[in-house]
Structure formats: C-alpha cells, structure tokens
C-alpha cells in the first residue's frame, strides 16, 4: 500500500512539473487561498478485534492552490496537529495526535459564470504522534501503532465568486488514513481511519 501510495505521490509531482511551464489563467491571478471550517467523519474500520475508533470534530484547515492554467490546478491542503481520543469498543484508551498534509491536482470546469465546480485526485501522509495509552490497557497488551500513513486522496468541491476575486467554497475528501496496530511487537491488525472530510470556507484569488 505504501509503495503504490508513494509512486502516486511521485506521479503527481512529476504532473505538477510538467505543468510549471504552461500559463496561467490571464483573467484571474494564479494563487487560490482558502481557510475552511472541516467536519472529520471517520470510517473507523478495524481488524484488530479491538473496537477501535477515534472521535469525530470539526478541524480548521488552510489549503494553497496554484493554478498551471485555467483549469488545471495543484492544492496543498493544511492543518495543526489533531488531538483525538482513541477508543476501544466506545470506552476511551488512550490518545493520539495525527498531522495530515494532503496534495491534490485539480481540474476546474469553466463557462459557468460564478459558479466553479473542480474535483481533484492526490495523495495523502499523514504523522501520527504524542501516542498515550492508559496505563492498565499498556500493561496488558503492549501496543504500539505505526507513526506514518500513506494514501490516496478524492475530492470534489465548487467556488462561487460572491466579490471579485472572493469566493466561498464547499469542500469533500474522502482520505485514506491507516495504521498498524502491533501488541508486544507483532501485528494485530489494521485500523483505517480513513475519514471522510466536508468543509466549509472562504478563498482569495490573487
């Protein structure tokens, strides 16, 4: 999964390198600043036996996009380090905190005034750390998760231009986000986040 994951990643820069040299669009400015309010919906499928899930939240995000030419675009979406519960069965075991840059490359459909539909097609890594566990469930199983997670990334989403070069902005990803999950150094399963993401913002072309 990691191997197919990275060379999508490698695809796509390559796409991105490709494309550095075309123009871009002549009526609008290249950079596209967003800032989103994001709800995290989690898919929270585990095979370890174990119940595992982490909660749900709304999270700020902070995504950069570059326009190659009017309708081709790359995003790199941002945020902070999320702090989640994790949760055995629905009775909380421990914590973590995961950071999730994700690079998507676009295509935005034109001639329909202010309304600015796009979809997307990335990939996503995502560092998990600050892993605690309660003391009673460390000393029973040992567990331990892997910190780095690699997949892919869909997305969809429209601008309405509401001022020049101001827009709002609806948001859906849905991401790949999955660990390991290992007890006394062998593994026990995978637990998949993998979470589907709706935000809400404002951007600003320039």
Avoid at 12 to 26: I, K
Avoid at 106 to 114: N, P, R, S
Avoid at 170 to 175: A, E, G, M, R, T
Wanted: no cysteine; hydrophobic share 45%.
């Amino acid at each position: 999964m990691q191997r197919t994951s990275i060379a999508l990643a490698l695809a796509s820069l390559a796409a991105v390198a490709s494309l550095a040299s075309a123009p871009a669009a002549a009526a609008d400015g290249p950079w596209l600043v967003r800032v989103r309010a994001v709800n995290l919906d989690s898919a929270n499928k585990d095979s370890t036996g174990l119940g595992l899930s982490v909660n749900d939240k709304v999270i700020p995000e902070v995504d950069i996009s570059y326009f190659f030419t009017p309708n081709i675009a790359a995003e790199l979406i941002l945020t902070y380090p999320q702090k989640h519960d994790l949760k055995s069965e629905g009775t909380k075991i421990g914590s973590l905190k995961h950071l999730p840059p994700t690079l998507t490359l676009q295509y935005h459909f034109d001639g329909m005034g202010a309304f600015k539909p796009y979809v997307g097609a990335g990939v996503n890594y995502t560092r998990f750390s600050s892993v605690k566990w309660d003391p009673a469930v460390r000393a029973a199983l040992d567990p331990s998760i892997d910190k780095d997670s690699f997949g892919f990334a869909l997305q969809a989403g429209v601008d309405f231009e509401i001022s020049k070069n101001v827009y709002l902005n609806l948001d859906i990803k849905k991401v790949q986000i999955r660990t390991d999950v290992k007890s006394f150094g062998e593994k026990a399963g995978t637990f998949k986040v993998d979470p589907l993401l709706v935000g809400v913002g404002v951007g600003y072309r320039f």
